[in-house]
């Protein structure tokens, strides 16, 4: 998700990466300058999604304006 990013901003644009722990859930957050590109269409977001669904997590992205918002939840691990 972060290298589809990097490689869709266009040049001059910005990202922000932030990661959490929300809920047990691990949560990785990825804003960053959209291009013509169709944000919920991406490979890599679909990909990502297929990975974190198989892992009991999701992936979902979503464009406001000239920004990509992509959220990623991964279930916790317990530690023994």
Same mark, same amino acid.
């Given at each position: 998700? @972060?290298?589809?990013?990097?490689?869709?901003?266009?040049?001059?644009?910005?990202?922000?990466?932030?990661?959490?722990?929300?809920?047990?859930?691990?949560?990785?957050?990825?804003?960053?300058?959209?291009?013509?590109?169709?944000?919920?269409?991406?490979?890599?977001?679909?990909?990502?999604? @297929?990975?974190?669904?198989?892992?009991?997590?999701?992936?979902?992205?979503?464009?406001?304006?000239?920004?990509?918002? @992509?959220?990623?939840?991964?279930?916790?691990?317990?530690?023994?």
């Amino acid at each position: 998700l @972060v290298a589809g990013a990097l490689a869709s901003t266009p040049d001059g644009g910005r990202i922000e990466l932030a990661l959490r722990a929300e809920e047990g859930q691990a949560v990785l957050r990825v804003a960053h300058a959209a291009g013509a590109e169709d944000c919920e269409a991406a490979e890599d977001l679909q990909l990502g999604g @297929v990975a974190a669904r198989a892992l009991g997590g999701e992936a979902v992205a979503e464009r406001d304006g000239g920004v990509c918002r @992509v959220v990623l939840r991964l279930p916790g691990v317990e530690r023994p």
